[in-house]
């Protein structure tokens, strides 16, 4: 087994403000909120009262766990911000938001959800990619709902979209515990010589 790199206070949740049409979603934010209060790791989420969202923060508060949330004013206005968190930031935009639960996170797990979830999943990888930040990122593919988008990945990788340090920086599990096990091994990307490797690369274009 890997020797853990990673101390993990915090993880930051993404998923959807919908329950989803198959109950296992339901039921793995359930146990995303227990798992994290049993193991005393802070749930950073999107301050949600609905959906996913509000099933893993509930979950994790009836077990005593901490739950940190992060809204735009705008989302608090129209009352889908959850009134029993331990900690509520609200911002001014999206992009506040992000940037907090950047700030408070160790690392970053999405689980299913849409066009909110996957805007923030890749925008974490993104900001990995280019060194903003070297905190782990993960996946919980519940029962095959990211199966198309893993394979799209594994297709921009092929394409040479994706290098390998990129592409391996999203770890991926359908288990949670063994998902957090990795998130604590994982080793973020070189991303100094990648960006000098691509200089180089428009140097000599441009020659």
């Known amino acids: 087994m890997n020797k853990e790199k990673n101390a993990i206070n915090s993880i930051c949740l993404f998923c959807g403000a919908s329950p989803g049409s198959n109950p296992a979603y339901r039921e793995a934010a359930h146990r995303f909120g227990e798992i994290l209060a049993e193991r005393n790791i802070t749930l950073i989420y999107g301050g949600g009262s609905v959906g996913l969202m509000g099933v893993a923060a509930d979950a994790c508060l009836a077990k005593g766990g901490k739950v940190i949330g992060v809204i735009p004013r705008l ?6 911000g959850h009134a029993g968190v331990t900690e509520m930031h609200v911002v001014e935009t999206m992009h506040e938001r992000k940037a907090l639960m950047t700030q408070l996170s160790d690392a970053f797990i999405a689980l299913p959800g849409g066009y909110g979830t996957l805007d923030e999943l ?20 519940v029962a095959g709902f990211f199966d198309q988008l893993i394979g799209f990945l594994d297709h921009a990788h092929g394409e040479r979209f994706l290098r390998e340090q990129h592409r391996a920086s999203l770890q991926i599990d359908s288990d949670l515990g063994a998902l957090i096990d990795k998130l604590r091994a994982a080793e973020a990307p070189d991303t100094g010589k990648w960006l000098d490797r691509a200089k180089l690369i428009e140097a000599e274009k441009r020659a």
């Open 122 to 141: 890749f925008e974490s990888l993104t900001w990995l990619q280019l060194s903003y930040h070297t905190k782990p990122i993960g996946l919980l593919n």
């Open 75 to 80: 989302l608090m206005e129209k009352e889908v």
